[in-house]
């Protein structure tokens, strides 16, 4: 069956730390890959995604993940993190809709 | 463009009673989608349209749902005789058919069944 698993339900992490959001999916196909990001009491809003080409992705706020196709892997890294990336993430992957992960709740202490 | 309008944001409804929800997608968008997502939960995806014609349900979509989209424009999505159950946030989207350009969510209607 197709899926995608977040490994991390919840995510604390100082501020101006790393941080890595991880995901695998499952696919007997080729998937595109998406991040999507979603701040209390609102809807998701598309973070990054991959399709094709460069396997390292970034976004505009200095998020990037990396599709591993080897190891099924879209992982979500940033070099340093600020309060206001507290959110919930949420790892998807796309044949013929999208289809989410669980999410991951990133906290971002002072 | 202001972007996909759900409405209502929130219900609260007793079992047993109907619902309709509405979505406005954005206006160009020939596709559009609904999702639910539970509390600690990923959305799951419901059925999506491309204009007016639905083109696939999920089998969590039972027979008590029932979506439309007349005229390839807004869409509603209404529940017959809510159960606990059905207490989730209802998630709307729409998009080009390009992948490219992704899935642009509305801020949801969230249903409390009582």
């Known amino acids: 069956a197709q899926s995608v698993t977040q490994l991390d339900s919840q995510v604390p992490v100082f501020e101006e730390a790393p941080v890595e959001l991880r995901c695998n999916y499952s696919?007997?196909?080729?998937?595109?890959l998406f991040w999507y990001v979603q701040y209390p009491n609102q809807g998701l809003q598309l973070l990054l995604k991959y399709l094709s080409g460069s396997t390292l992705v970034e976004s505009i706020n200095g998020f990037e993940a990396e599709f591993n196709k080897s190891q099924t892997s879209f992982h979500l890294r940033k070099p340093s993190v600020h309060i206001s990336d507290t959110a919930e993430y949420f790892c998807a992957f796309f044949i013929g809709q999208l289809t989410f992960g669980s999410g991951t709740q990133l906290t971002v202490l002072p | 463009d202001t972007g996909v309008s759900q409405n209502p944001r929130h219900k609260i409804t007793k079992r047993g009673q109907n619902v309709t929800f509405r979505c406005d997608p954005i206006s160009e968008h020939n596709r559009l989608y609904w999702y639910r997502q539970t509390l600690g939960q990923g959305p799951e995806f419901l059925t999506y349209?491309?204009?007016?014609?639905?083109?696939?349900k999920s089998r969590l979509l039972s027979d008590r749902f029932s979506a439309e989209r007349p005229k390839g424009s807004f869409s509603t999505l209404e529940i017959q005789r809510t159960e606990q159950g059905d207490s989730a946030m209802y998630l709307c989207a729409s998009s080009l058919m390009a992948l490219n350009y992704g899935y642009t969510f509305g801020s949801g209607t969230r249903l409390t069944v009582v």
């Open positions: 696919s007997s196909v080729s998937v595109y």
């Open positions: 349209f491309q204009n007016e014609a639905q083109l696939e």
